[in-house]
């Protein structure tokens, strides 16, 4: 893990109060095409990092986190899901590249949650304001409608 992608994920254990994992995350560069083909379903997104499961976090090649705030930011949040999933237990970490079983509607709106604070955090400490996470806030499960006969 370079020294970079360790302090960045320094950040994230710091402020998401998550423990040090035992092994770090791999993160892997990807073009964008990568993000709307699988984190997207094939639809152009602004996706531009992604945690799916396992121990990779992948990050869009257009970014440079090294010399941008908030292309670090992003790695950030994504190394974030990575603690999380560690703290869920995932054995899926273990030698897979994705969740064996998927997180839950909430949990996974839960943790976007968390993710986009330390986000916020992250960037706010060193003294910037970027708009990160608004898109979640009209964000919610649908459940199935309960049986009419049952009410």
Same mark, same amino acid.
């Given at each position: 893990?370079?020294?970079?992608?360790?302090?960045?994920?320094?950040?994230?254990?710091?402020?998401?109060?998550?423990?040090?994992?035992?092994?770090?995350?791999?993160?892997?560069?990807?073009?964008?095409?990568?993000?709307?083909?699988?984190?997207?379903?094939?639809?152009?997104?602004?996706?531009?990092?992604?945690?799916?499961?396992?121990?990779?976090?992948?990050?869009?090649?257009?970014?440079?986190?090294?010399?941008?705030?908030? &292309?670090?930011?992003?790695?950030?949040?994504? $190394?974030? =899901?990575?603690?999380?999933?560690? *703290?869920?237990? +995932?054995? @899926?970490?273990?030698?897979?590249?994705?969740?064996?079983?998927?997180?839950?509607?909430?949990?996974?709106?839960?943790?976007?949650?968390?993710?986009?604070?330390?986000?916020?955090?992250?960037?706010?400490?060193?003294? &910037?304001?970027?708009?990160?996470?608004?898109? $979640?806030? =009209?964000?919610?499960?649908?459940? *199935?409608?309960? +049986?009419? @006969?049952?009410?």
């Amino acid at each position: 893990m370079s020294d970079l992608y360790a302090t960045l994920l320094s950040w994230a254990i710091t402020l998401s109060g998550y423990p040090a994992p035992a092994e770090p995350p791999v993160v892997v560069v990807k073009p964008h095409a990568f993000f709307t083909e699988q984190a997207c379903h094939g639809q152009e997104c602004k996706v531009l990092g992604w945690y799916a499961g396992g121990k990779n976090v992948y990050i869009d090649a257009s970014l440079d986190p090294e010399n941008n705030l908030f &292309a670090s930011s992003i790695l950030v949040h994504e $190394m974030v =899901h990575y603690l999380q999933g560690v *703290a869920r237990g +995932d054995d @899926a970490l273990k030698g897979g590249v994705a969740f064996n079983i998927a997180p839950s509607c909430e949990q996974s709106i839960q943790w976007e949650h968390q993710a986009y604070a330390v986000q916020r955090e992250y960037i706010l400490r060193y003294g &910037a304001y970027l708009p990160v996470g608004a898109s $979640m806030l =009209h964000v919610h499960c649908e459940h *199935a409608q309960a +049986d009419p @006969a049952q009410r």
